[in-house]
């Protein structure tokens, strides 16, 4: 594994996608049922600077998920880079307060779609590492590692 690479990083993200791509699933077979679970995708552990900032983010969060029940705001969203994780956790918490599965259902399906497609991405960064496919051009996929480092993290990782 050549120095530098993001290759461990790619795995370890990748890793963390997959497992998020279950959790996101498993929510979303809950929100037509009777039995829906209060989950959420809301990690341990808080930063002390992000505790401070939490209640302007739920605010904001909140403001985001009535905003998206309107399919404009929708079409604009998807055209857009998305929310970094722990907004769009935040955003889904309060669609899911609000009781519109409408929007919720609207942001898991765009979650996985951005999961899905960087899946693809950093398996074919992985793929062109190896010394067979070392001769194929390289493109959009050699960003993927660092993107999905700011898809979890937030800012410009």
């Known amino acids: 594994m050549a120095a530098g690479s993001g290759a461990a990083i790619a795995d370890l993200y990748g890793q963390l996608a997959t497992y998020d791509l279950r959790r996101i699933d498993r929510i979303s077979s809950d929100l037509g049922s ?36 309107e399919e404009d705001a929708r079409e604009a969203y998807s055209r857009s880079d998305g929310l970094c994780f722990p907004h769009f956790a935040r955003a889904l918490e309060s669609a899911l307060a609000a009781e519109s599965a409408e929007t919720a259902t609207f942001l ?50």
Request: charged content about 35%; hydrophobic content about 35%.
């Open 34 to 69: 009777r039995r829906r679970r209060r989950s959420t995708l809301r990690r341990r552990g808080r930063c002390p600077a992000c505790s401070f900032r939490a209640g302007a983010v739920a605010r904001k969060a909140h403001f985001l998920a009535e905003a998206l029940a």
């Open 108 to 157: 898991l399906d765009d979650w996985r779609d951005r999961l899905a497609h960087l899946g693809t991405e950093l398996s074919d960064y992985d793929r062109r590492r190896d010394y067979r496919y070392a001769s194929e051009p390289k493109g959009v996929e050699q960003q993927s590692w660092t993107e999905i480092i700011r898809l979890y993290v937030g800012g410009d990782a």
